[in-house]
């Protein structure tokens, strides 16, 4: 069992930026993928960014590609998801995911954090 926690949630003005931590309870080699989901209210959940074991696979929706960075570390079993140039339309609880592969779609996903909320102001 793998047991996820995001933090670093928080709110923003558009434009200003905010660091997404994911920390697991237990280095794991199966479900070694990690990902970022989110859901804004009344919106089903959405592909954010994932990103591989090694760091060197990282995938992004088009809506954050050039705003949002994944980087892992894996030394520390955390996962970071740095958020610049903030929007409005960023507002969202966002999860942290854990799979056996890098993917978009969420149900390959076993493990889920609980969320942390993302609130952008404009």
């Known amino acids: 069992q793998v047991h996820l926690v995001e933090s670093g949630g928080g709110l923003v003005q558009a434009g200003g930026s905010l660091r997404l931590s994911c920390a697991a309870s237990i280095r794991t080699y199966t479900n070694s993928a990690r990902a970022w989901f989110r859901q804004a209210p009344g919106k089903d959940r959405e592909f954010v960014a994932a990103i591989n074991y090694g760091g060197d696979f990282t995938y992004y929706s088009d809506s954050v590609k050039g705003r949002f960075t994944v980087s892992r570390d894996n030394a520390r079993n955390t996962v970071d998801l740095q958020m610049n140039s903030l929007k409005p339309a960023d507002t969202a609880v966002y999860y942290c995911?854990?799979?056996?592969?890098?993917?978009?779609?969420?149900?390959?996903?076993?493990?889920w954090g609980q969320g942390t909320q993302v609130t952008v102001s404009s």
């Open positions: 995911a854990a799979g056996v592969r890098a993917t978009t779609i969420s149900s390959e996903y076993r493990y």
